[in-house]
């Protein structure tokens, strides 16, 4: 029994000294090399000893100059005792192709050279490896992060003070300013709580803190970005951005991001040039910025979703998103909002705006979109004309309390479609002028543009305050040569009374002009209608119902209506209602007035834009 307890001791303490034998060799120790200090000498010595073997190469606490450039290969750990640095010198490069060993954010990079680390290192880099975080300024050591080749970088939570300002010439010879952190293609960049991009005051028109421009596959996770709004020195320009995105950029990844304060935009995609392609932006916040949340410039295939963009205000445009190209030849292509959220912005919520045409059709869509307490909720201003082609969508929306009106749709005439749209207590600001204190509005007012091409159905304006002025405006400037309106076709409902459900101008109306209430509302008049009275009862019915005695109702001009304007007449109680035509026939036939006492007659007209027509008659008409 005691001889076999001995044989089984011997066998386990043999495993025991066999496993630190294999451990030992496992690691080696490059002071083991040093004859006359630590250097890329002694690291290059302890490399050759460990050959093609995997091993872990031991860095001690000291400088360890690299006087030439070395690289350390994929099959060799390195491991660096806190304490360890490497001084690089300048113009040469130390490449890390294997994993590395850091223990705590603690510096390890110094010098003017290069740190590089290859396709095998899988494990995320830090700033703090190339010096400490000060809050004067922190671009560099987070650009050499950047920069390293890793294709994974943390921040972790800190202040990192960041100089947006790069002046330089660009390929056309024209000074561009934005700087700021400028990732490489194929990173991924995650941002710790706490942590936050500051961007440095300075006096110049713009600056960005993050910019992309012509990379592919680059990832932001989880920033929070400042701005220097309230500390600008500067008096001139509104383009200082949180992040910039412009150039042949492609598939880029913005999520759980924090961007405020800015000098211009919260974030900015486009730029001159090439269009990016492939933005993805999700979970994000874009508020107090000085111009707007976001700009669009110059895009294809962009995404915003579950995102807020607020109080915009300081300079012109102040808008939560605005969708703008500056040039003929820029690209606004399937550029789409989700589920995202505008509030009290100066301006509109969620706008397209353009002064010229195109040269590349349009398409935008906003779906489940809400925007409360702006300036206005929905805005296409889009002009000259529809030369280029496009289409604007607008589903499931939602606009609440807005200051003037919750859509405008004013100098466009691009075509737009709605389905579903949900106005609730438009001009909360009481504006006077039916074109901004109305739920809906289509609006001209320039010469040589049209408005229109709008196809709209379950729209529903809401007033329970009863500020709306109207829930429909359609009105233009007669006094302005080749402009007006066109191609409208609504479907619309609302709360508000028979007098109050639209405006309609006296044009001038090109095209077709279709606008239906479902609920089919019915005025009843207990007293004369004037002809611009008259004109606030379009598509509805118009009854004596409870009249003391004859009416009469007078037409208004056919061509203030345009095409495909209907008024209906019942008589719902026994006096006469008469049609007064004075000046406008009534076709067929050549009549200044039609006129019934007989209970039950109907007389239902349409305007063909030129001319009213019968096109449905009931009962005795004289």
């Keep these: 029994m005691g001889k076999r307890f001995v044989s089984i001791m011997m066998i386990v303490l043999l495993s025991i000294l066999a496993d630190l034998s294999a451990s030992d060799t496992q690691s080696v120790d490059a002071r083991n090399y040093s004859k006359d200090g630590f250097n890329d000498t002694v690291i290059k010595e302890a490399l050759g000893a460990i050959g093609a073997s995997n091993k872990t190469l031991f860095l001690a606490s000291g400088s360890w100059k690299i006087n030439n450039s070395i690289m350390i290969p994929s099959n060799v750990n390195l491991k660096l005792e806190p304490g360890a640095v490497f001084d690089i010198a300048e113009s040469n490069t130390i490449t890390i192709n294997g994993n590395m060993e850091v223990s705590g954010l603690q510096k390890i990079f110094s010098g003017k050279g290069k740190v590089v680390f290859g396709p095998h290192y899988l494990k995320e880099v830090y700033p703090q490896w190339w010096g400490d975080v000060n809050s004067i300024d922190d671009t560099a050591i ?51 709580p706490g942590s936050k991009l500051k961007a440095i005051v300075n006096d110049s028109k713009g600056y960005s803190v993050i910019k992309i421009e012509g990379k592919n596959n680059v990832k932001i996770y989880g920033a929070t970005l400042e701005g220097e709004r309230y500390e600008h020195t500067g008096k001139t320009g509104e383009w200082g951005f949180g992040i910039l995105i412009r150039g042949q950029s492609t598939n880029i990844v913005v999520k759980d991001v924090n961007s405020y304060n800015f000098w211009g935009d919260g974030i900015c995609i486009g730029g001159y040039g090439s269009a990016p392609d492939g933005v993805y932006v999700e979970n994000s916040n874009f508020d107090n910025n000085r111009r707007v949340g976001c700009a669009v410039t110059n895009a294809k295939n962009v995404m915003f979703k ?18 703008e190209p500056d040039r003929a030849t820029d690209y606004i292509q399937n550029i789409v909002f989700e589920d995202c959220r505008s509030f009290n912005n100066v301006s509109t919520g969620f706008s397209i705006a353009k002064d010229d045409g195109l040269d590349n059709p349009i398409s935008v869509t906003f779906r489940g979109c809400t925007s409360k307490d702006d300036g206005f909720g929905f805005g296409v201003d889009q ?104 191609n409208i076709d609504i479907e619309l409902t609302t709360n508000l009374p028979n007098n109050k459900r639209m405006f309609k101008s006296e044009g ?70 008469t049609i007064d035509m004075t000046g406008f026939p009534l076709l067929p036939g050549d009549k200044s007035s039609y006129y019934s006492d007989t209970i039950g007659s109907k007389l239902k007209i349409k305007s063909d834009g030129t001319n009213w027509y019968i096109i449905e008659q009931i009962g005795t008409w004289q």
């Design 142 to 192: 987070c650009q050499a992060a950047l920069n390293s080749g890793a294709k994974t970088i943390r921040f972790p939570s800190a202040i990192y003070s960041i100089d947006g300002v790069d002046e330089t010439l660009d390929k056309d010879g024209e000074v561009t300013v934005w700087g700021g952190l400028q990732p490489a293609s194929n990173t991924t960049l995650i941002f710790d």
């Design 306 to 323: 579950k995102c807020t963009f607020s109080n915009s205000n300081g300079t012109s445009p102040q808008k939560g998103v605005d969708i």
């Design 383 to 486: 002009g000259p004309s529809n030369t280029n082609g496009g289409m604007v969508f607008i589903s499931d929306c939602y606009v609440i309390n807005p200051k003037t009106t919750g859509f405008s749709c004013g100098w466009a005439n691009l075509p737009i479609t709605i389905n579903g749209l949900y106005v609730l207590n438009p001009n909360q600001s009481s504006q006077k002028s039916v074109e901004y204190g109305s739920g809906f509005v289509v609006f001209m007012g320039d010469p040589n543009r049209l408005a229109g091409n709008i196809t709209a159905k379950n729209v529903y304006v809401e007033s329970r305050d009863g500020k709306a002025l109207r829930a429909l405006c359609l009105q233009s400037d007669n006094s302005k040569v080749n402009s007006g309106i066109e």
């Design 508 to 577: 001038p109306f090109h095209g077709y002009c279709n606008v239906r209430f479902p609920d089919e509302p019915v005025y009843a008049t207990t007293k004369d209608i004037s002809s611009t009275d008259a004109a606030s009862f379009i598509h509805q019915t118009i009854t004596n119902a409870d009249a003391l005695g004859d009416i009469t109702i007078a037409l208004t001009d056919p061509k203030t209506v345009t095409n495909g304007s209907i008024f209906t007449f019942v008589v719902k109680a026994a006096y006469r209602m």
